[in-house]
């Protein structure tokens, strides 16, 4: 990216009662949160316009780590969504008035099935689960995040992807009045991202809905967003309205803005440093400004789940 000027919790319900529901405690903690939201309240600062609604029937994941969640503050206000802005408080703050309904996403390519769904027939066919899953960004802070969303795999054998399609693209909406960050020319719009096809029917990724079990806030990419957990955060594209089957790998938007630092892979690599910081630390939101950085591990820790994709495959030229 350009670089500009408790308790082990466990589940979401008991993250959302004490972290999320429990205005007081929040303010009380005196935590200044930039963009004046404290003020506010919890509710208001986070989910201003949202419907933010209660997702129902969400199953439990073996994939989810036991790590400490980090608190829905930290998730909410502290994000990368340029589209809103470039500041870590500019997404929270300028995707209030953000209508993520109606939403349509496009399926096109390789594929048996294509055409355009409402994202409430896109999702209905998948079982939810929720996913706790540790975010690590490239620029080397990390947060664990209780993600709710469909195993992408699920949603990819649906559409019945053809021998030809090696690759899977996603796009962002592009629409300047709605995502006013769209008229600086910082990258090049709309956003995109893809994976290999063996990376997007690997079960770890999914198509994420909502964190905390509710609905995905506007600044965390509602409606639908990817999580990809082995790779930096920038893999993760938020607001996607179009997937792609490609015969070839699709260009990605930070490949496009700086080549010799952003990869396509862009897997999770100590070893591997960005060509102006090391990748070899990284710094945990919400540990406290005086907590050391702690090492971060190949892969992001999911090794025994994704390496056997990179099989023969040089890490450092393919970063
Ligand atoms: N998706 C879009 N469309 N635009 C962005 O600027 N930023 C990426 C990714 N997805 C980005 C995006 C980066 S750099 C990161 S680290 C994650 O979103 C941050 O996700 P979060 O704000 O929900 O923590």
């Keep these: 990216m350009l670089i500009k000027k408790p308790n082990k919790i ?107 769904f409402d994202i409430e027939d896109f999702i209905k066919p998948y079982q939810l689960e929720e996913r706790i899953y540790r975010m690590r960004c490239v620029e080397a802070w990390s947060m664990v995040i209780p993600w709710v969303g469909v195993p992408l795999v699920d949603v990819i054998k649906k559409f019945k992807p053809l021998s030809s399609a090696k690759f899977v693209k996603f796009e962002t909406l592009y629409d300047k009045k709605r995502m006013p960050g769209q008229k600086s020319r910082v990258l090049r719009w709309p956003y995109r991202e893809g994976l290999t096809i063996a990376e997007a029917t690997n079960p770890l990724p999914i198509l994420a809905v909502g964190i905390y079990g509710r609905a995905l806030p506007n600044q965390n990419g509602a409606p639908i967003r990817l999580v990809v957990p082995w790779k930096y955060g920038f893999k993760g594209i938020k607001g996607i309205v179009k997937i792609s089957f490609e015969k070839s790998q699709p260009k990605t938007s930070w490949q496009m803005a700086a080549p010799n630092e952003y990869g396509f892979y862009a897997n999770v690599n100590p070893k591997v440093s960005h060509p102006r910081w090391s990748q070899a630390r990284e710094r945990r939101i919400g540990s406290g400004v005086f907590a050391s950085k702690q090492p971060t591990l190949l892969f992001n820790g999911y090794e025994e789940h994704v390496a056997h994709l990179y099989d023969g495959l040089n890490l450092r030229r393919h970063f």
């Design 10 to 116: 466990r589940s979401y319900e008991i993250t959302s009662e004490r972290n999320y529901l429990n205005r007081r405690s929040f303010i009380q903690s005196g935590c200044l949160i930039a963009g004046g939201i404290l003020s506010q309240g919890i509710h208001s600062a986070n989910l201003p316009d949202q419907p933010f609604d209660k997702l129902e029937n969400i199953n439990k994941s073996d994939y989810s780590t036991d790590e400490q969640i980090n608190n829905i503050i930290d998730v909410t206000s502290y994000n990368n969504y340029y589209e809103f802005g470039m500041g870590k408080a500019d997404p929270n703050r300028n995707s209030r008035e953000f209508q993520s309904r109606p939403w349509e996403i496009e399926v096109s390519g390789e594929a048996e099935i294509t055409g355009n």
